[in-house]
């Protein structure tokens, strides 16, 4: 079971960027597995936000987010990143990385290794 970290919340005004890592204690070259950026706002429920394959192919976009943020991965490293731009009130959440076998379904329980999570604040 890999352990993941992740790193590069804060705070950031409406408008401006951040980019979230996530370092994952395996590497993931050779095998095929799902990497993705959930996040959980107050009072609302965990949504997956972005997901990539771990070839490289991104896999799925939110719709509120489609357009401004970007998943990568580098398989080598054993890193996941998301860079947010246009950064929004609404995107204020606590954002998880999450990884698991391929599955191609996105929901929360086809992730089976998670990180503690890392805030994401955005002022208006």
């Known amino acids: 079971q890999a352990k993941l970290v992740e790193s590069g919340g804060g705070s950031v005004q409406a408008g401006g960027s951040m980019r979230l890592s996530c370092q994952s204690s395996?590497?993931?070259?050779?095998?095929?597995?799902?990497m993705a950026w959930f996040r959980q706002g107050p009072g609302k429920e965990r949504e997956a936000v972005a997901v990539?394959?771990?070839?490289?192919?991104?896999?799925y976009y939110a719709d509120p987010v489609r357009g401004r943020f970007t998943i990568s991965v580098d398989p080598f490293k054993g890193a996941t990143y998301l860079q947010m731009d246009n950064l929004k009130f609404d995107d204020t959440a606590m954002y998880y990385c999450?990884?698991?076998?391929?599955?191609?379904?996105?929901?929360?329980?086809?992730?089976?290794?998670w990180g503690q999570g890392t805030q994401v604040t955005v002022s208006s």
């Open positions: 395996e590497k993931i070259t050779g095998v095929r597995r799902q």
């Open positions: 990539i394959e771990s070839f490289g192919r991104p896999t």
């Open positions: 999450a990884e698991g076998p391929w599955s191609g379904d996105y929901t929360w329980d086809h992730f089976s290794d």
